[in-house]
């Protein structure tokens, strides 16, 4: 079993839509939970980082980690044609590395 | 200019033929990293630096061989590529301060075909 699956999509939908993209996991030592978003043909950026359970907000975009149901959620609201791109799940506990999802692949349509 | 930089962007070459990925950073960062992106299997890490004199194993480092020649650079070395080696390599920085880098910072990546 990999310690993160990730739903690959692809994942179409109109402009304006409510995005749910979910990760879940097995390793209960991991802490800290991020989405990193990957345009074509670019390196993935930090979009959100969450420590430990609860929710974060950063202006249409929501994350949220439910550490009893190993189950992590990214929202997007008002989705944009600008927001077409894959987005990965990471975690790590305190010392190790990074342990990435499949990444799901976005896109909104005008 | 970019923060992170990895030469060659794109790179064709032949099977059992030695390659080597550069990547460059002037983030300051003590940390480094190179993974490799594959369709459906994400991204995997195959070696990381946490300095100068530090290099680690990752996930996948068989058949991969790496070099940190400075806080600045850190290369990845295919001694006998192979087609299954063919992918999207990263190289990404991170510092060293509280957390311990849940934030990496990536290159624009090398994408490699082994024919």
């Known amino acids: 079993q990999k310690e993160v699956e990730q739903d690959p999509g692809p994942l179409s939908v109109p402009e304006g839509a409510i995005v749910s993209l979910n990760c879940t996991y097995s390793?209960?030592?991991?802490?800290?939970f991020m989405w990193y978003r990957q345009y074509s043909r670019k390196g993935p950026e930090l979009l959100m980082y969450?420590?430990?359970?609860g929710n974060k907000e950063d202006g249409r975009f929501t994350a949220q980690v439910d550490k009893s149901s190993k189950y992590i959620s990214l929202f997007i609201r008002d989705s944009q044609p600008s927001d077409s791109a894959t987005y990965l799940c990471?975690?790590?506990?305190?010392?190790?590395?990074?342990?990435f999802g499949t990444g799901t692949r976005l896109t909104v349509i005008p | 200019d970019a923060d992170v930089t990895q030469t060659p962007r794109n790179r064709i070459t032949k099977t059992g033929k030695r390659i080597m990925l550069e990547c460059s950073q002037t983030?300051?960062?003590?940390?480094m990293y190179w993974y490799r992106q594959d369709p459906g299997l994400g991204l995997r890490l195959i070696y990381y630096?946490?300095?100068?004199?530090?290099?680690n194993k990752g996930e996948i480092s068989d058949g991969y061989s790496v070099s940190r020649q400075a806080q600045a650079k850190f290369s990845l070395s295919l001694e006998s590529a192979i087609p299954n080696q063919t992918a999207l390599y990263f190289c990404?920085?991170?510092?060293?301060?509280?957390?311990?880098?849940?934030?990496?910072?990536f290159g624009p990546g090398t994408r490699l075909t082994v024919t």
């Open positions: 990404a920085t991170s510092d060293n301060a509280g957390t311990g880098g849940y934030e990496q910072y």
């Open positions: 390793n209960s030592a991991f802490q800290y």
């Open positions: 969450t420590y430990s359970s």
């Open positions: 990471a975690m790590k506990t305190g010392a190790n590395n990074l342990f």
């Open positions: 983030k300051g960062h003590d940390r």
């Open positions: 630096s946490f300095d100068v004199k530090d290099i």
